[in-house]
């Protein structure tokens, strides 16, 4: 069972910069996809990004592409979202997120929640205008 804990999150203004990290628990969560999701008050979570296990394959939800960089450091057992530019519909609790099953995250799957099976309690951004 790996466990997720991300950190971070605050409150900031729009245009501002946030990184957000999320450590996990074992070392075999370095095999995994790992992704970020968000959930703003009175929607479902959403898909913000995806990353292979080494790095180099990335998936970015539209709305974020550009303005958020996901990375990792599998030697931390870390994952990271840089976040920049940030707009007031950016707020929401970000979660991580794992999956046992998958190395390379596939196109359409990677944003379905239901491929995860690991998450974080996530952590709050609020981005004031």
């Known amino acids: 069972q790996v466990q997720l804990v991300e950190s971070g999150g605050g409150l900031v203004q729009a245009g501002d910069s946030l990184r957000l990290s999320c450590a996990a628990s074992?070392?075999?969560?370095?095999?995994?996809?790992l992704g970020w999701f968000r959930q703003a008050p009175g929607k479902e979570r959403e898909f913000v990004a995806a990353?292979?296990?080494?790095?180099?394959?990335?998936h970015y939800a539209d709305s974020v592409k550009g303005r958020f960089t996901i990375s990792r450091d599998n030697a931390r057992n870390a994952l990271y979202l840089q976040m920049n530019s940030l707009k007031p519909e950016d707020t929401a609790v970000y979660y991580c997120?794992?999956?046992?099953?998958?190395?390379?995250?596939?196109?359409?799957?990677?944003?379905?929640?239901?491929?995860?099976?690991?998450w974080g309690q996530g952590t709050q951004v609020t981005v004031s205008s």
């Open positions: 997120a794992a999956d046992r099953y998958r190395q390379v995250p596939v196109p359409g799957r990677a944003a379905n929640r239901a491929e995860y099976d690991y």
């Open positions: 074992e070392g075999t969560a370095s095999t995994y996809v």
């Open positions: 990353i292979s296990w080494t790095g180099r394959i990335t």
